[in-house]
């Protein structure tokens, strides 16, 4: 790039600069930085439209425009050259725009005389922030230079948007993080709460975009990025040996690190008028823009790879690291792109809620949160970046909405919610200890998932009748080394100790699909959830299954014992998996070992090739849980993780019910009657809960909050006359019982 033009260039900057300092309104800065690039690009117009809201355009500013258009000209986005760049977060340069696809004449601005256009983007960190327009009645290319000199203009405009350097009348010129958003997103634990946003990483704020000194601030980026090379040579080091994916993600940094084009890239930023950080985050903009348009999986994986690297290279440059002393607030409520299992167990039980950009509803988070009884929402689009540490914020995990900075009516309705919600909970109380016995005689046992020592409280205080499912892989997920035999028999005998009398159900060790170990090669698998997973693992990698219930065997020291294997599809693999179980419990007998009294061992039935095994394997079987959740994806062929399908299968489907209820008649046609549960999520919803009752199952397990409404449902219904319902349903051919359920159930309660 010429020498001459990057002064030109660093001029503009600094003029701009000092129009920005000087004490004026909001409005006037932005007219005179019209006027300042109209004059420094040479061209008869200058234009800055922002949003007024996420889908209009409006024109704030103008140099060359009839000045009556400014804030009268409004565009919806994708509308015009205008909306095209700001839809598509790319330059558009036309040197005869009338003749553009898309072109939409405003005859209030008086442009019709112009030809040349070139619209770019005004962006910070892939979220739009509004478009810069210049214009020429010349018929004219502007020069990938020129170009470049816009872009990177547009880039210190959106750092001054940031910092509220253009405040002012009207919807376009309102302060940013002031605002009340609402933002939709995934429900992947369900509870509502209110309390302050708290970042898990907190943003970097850039209050010098505009250098000084192109050959400080060049020095400045070397030495930040040989200090960020060297992290990363250390990371590598120390994950020498370590999971095949860590190892290619840290290849991966250290390949942008050492990246020539990158550095290149910025060091251009730097020559054009920006400081170091601002030439980081530009290029860090301009990647994250890439990221939201890309279809590629591996090359959203390598611009987030890179995204990363800028967040680590702008920490070192502005020494803002994630801790900045800033207190945790009374009620937190963890706001972060995404996080794993032991740092969200770091924040041990202080948090009262949950959002993230990215995440899933079967994540290491999501099992988490579930243990932690606090409300998770996932893909809460652009929530990083509208959020501030100590923003007021509610969160509904029942809807999946959250509402950011919400005004008084909102916050109002809300409340209300949470207050009908506590005294319901308080109703639930007066029943704690009553059983959950229908009005036709039938009583239905209650327990409540768990997987951390700290759900056990809750065993007592929900009224749960036992725990009908422990998740053991939390203990495996949250370190960074396969936890020791030891440590686990530790914890397993803690557990039991927590629950008393109780029964404790070990379901061992699930993990493949969405749950991989840090410190276990990933499989490269098209469809991970009918993959390598589970009890599947277990069998063809039988050493840590082995430990796992030696470990079990241990904790319980001649105590009942109960222990289920998960993801079972064939008669086979139970048969298998109990053979490892009677070798351990032989093992435990020769070195002297106590064994348990009464050893119980089911099977986790989440396929519904299970549902259709030989006779012979309902007898063997001491018990059966059907998991809930993935037999409901695997029954209707709906992936629990995309939006688009999980939610138009209805568990209340008469399909599935009817399923359903074969299993409960296989399991009791035998002599022994083998004991069936259903665990899952849709057994702590008080509709479904009733319906798989009078299906048959008399074991419910959920999370221990579901434990008192369902209760409360199950105590004023009568199953018979539900099931009669069901079967009606069946035999009009209706697709689903709920909304006839609902109306019977609400019917009975008017009449009583």
């Not at 696809?101 to 962006?123: A, K, L």
């Not at 880039?155 to 939709?184: D, N």
Request: proline share 4%.
């Amino acid at each position: 790039m010429p020498r001459k033009f990057e002064s030109e260039s660093r001029k503009l900057l600094l003029r701009l600069r000092e129009a920005m300092a000087e004490d004026s309104a909001g409005q006037a800065r932005l007219d005179e930085i019209t006027r300042l690039i109209a004059s420094s690009m040479g061209t008869e117009v200058c234009s800055i439209y922002l949003f007024r809201d996420e889908d209009t355009l409006e024109l704030c500013a103008t140099e060359g425009l009839n000045p009556e258009s400014v804030h009268q000209t409004r565009l919806r986005i994708g509308e015009g050259l205008v909306g095209r760049v700001a839809k598509k977060g790319r330059v558009v340069n036309s040197a005869d725009a009338p003749s553009e696809r898309g072109f939409r004449f405003m005859p209030e601005t008086g442009e019709e005389i112009y030809s040349s256009f070139c619209g770019v983007p005004i962006q910070r960190l892939g979220e739009n922030l509004g478009v810069l327009v210049v214009q020429s009645k010349e018929a004219r290319d502007y020069s990938s230079d020129e170009v470049y000199a816009l872009e990177v203009v547009a880039m210190v405009l959106a750092e001054m948007t940031e910092l509220g350097a253009f405040v002012g009348e009207g919807a376009a010129l309102s302060p940013l993080h002031q605002q009340s958003v609402l933002i939709k997103g995934g429900t992947a634990q369900e509870g509502a709460a209110e309390g302050q946003v708290w970042l898990h990483e907190p943003r970097v704020v850039i209050s010098n975009p505009i250098a000084d000194d192109p050959d400080v601030e060049l020095k400045r980026l070397e030495t930040a990025i040989d200090e960020l090379r060297v992290g990363v040579d250390r990371m590598l080091d120390g994950a020498a040996g370590g999971d095949k994916e860590q190892l290619q993600v840290l290849e991966a940094y250290r390949m942008f690190a050492n990246s020539k084009g990158w550095m290149r890239r910025m060091e251009q930023d730097i020559g054009q008028g920006l400081s170091a950080e601002a030439a980081v985050e530009k290029e860090q903009s301009i990647a994250r823009a890439r990221m939201s348009q890309a279809t590629d999986a591996y090359l959203r994986d390598r611009l987030h790879d890179l995204d990363d690297l800028s967040n680590r290279l702008l920490r070192i440059l502005t020494g803002q690291g994630k801790d900045t002393g800033a207190e945790l607030p009374a009620n937190p409520i963890l706001v972060a792109r995404n996080i794993g299992p032991a740092e969200l167990l770091e924040y041990d039980r202080k948090l009262k809620g949950v959002v993230l950009e990215e995440g899933s509803v079967g994540s290491h988070a999501a099992i988490v949160a579930r243990a932690l009884a606090i409300p998770l929402i996932v893909h809460a689009d652009r929530i990083t970046n509208e959020a501030l540490n100590g923003d007021a914020i509610m969160v509904d995990g029942d809807e999946g909405l959250v509402h950011l900075r919400p005004d008084d009516t909102v916050a109002t309705a809300f409340r209300d919610k949470m207050a009908m919600r506590h005294n319901a909970q308080k109703r639930y109380e007066s029943i704690r200890d009553l059983p959950a016995e229908t009005l036709d005689g039938k009583t239905v046992q209650l327990h409540m998932n768990a997987g951390l020592m700290a759900d056990l409280p809750s065993l007592a205080g929900s009224g749960a009748e036992g725990v009908g499912l422990f998740r053991t892989e939390l203990q495996f997920l949250i370190r960074n080394q396969m936890p020791r035999r030891e440590e686990l028999a530790g914890l397993y005998a803690r557990v039991m100790d927590s629950a008393k009398d109780k029964r404790v159900v070990f379901r061992t060790l699930d993990i493949g699909s969405d749950k991989v170990l840090p410190y276990m090669a990933p499989q490269d698998e098209p469809n991970p959830a009918l993959g390598w997973r589970a009890i599947r693992v277990g069998l063809d990698k039988p050493g840590v299954l082995r430990m796992q219930l030696q470990a079990l065997l241990r904790a319980a020291a001649g105590r009942p014992l109960t222990v289920m294997f998960p993801f079972i599809a064939q008669f086979e693999e139970f048969r298998a998996a109990k053979a490892e179980m009677d070798k351990a419990v032989e093992r435990e007998k020769i070195l002297g070992h106590p064994v348990p009294e009464e050893l119980k061992v089911g099977a986790m039935l989440e396929t519904p090739s299970l549902g259709f095994a030989p006779q012979k394997f309902f007898e063997e079987v001491d018990f059966i849980s059907i998991g809930g959740n993935d037999l409901k994806q695997f029954f209707f062929a709906a992936d629990r993780e995309n939006e688009r399908v999980r939610r138009r299968y209805d568990t209340l489907n008469v399909s599935f019910l009817t399923f359903i209820e074969g299993i409960v008649n296989r399991c009791r046609s035998t002599e022994e009657q083998t004991p069936l549960s259903f665990c899952g999520e849709d057994a702590g919803r008080p509709l479904e809960a009733v319906c798989l009752a009078a299906m048959g199952l008399r074991i419910l397990s959920m999370r221990p909050a579901s434990i008192g409404p369902v209760k409360s449902i199950l105590r004023r219904a009568n199953l018979d006359e539900v099931r009669q319902i069901i079967v009606e349903a069946r035999e009009r051919g209706d697709q689903s019982v709920r909304d006839a359920v609902r109306e019977h159930l609400k019917t009975s309660n008017d009449r009583a």
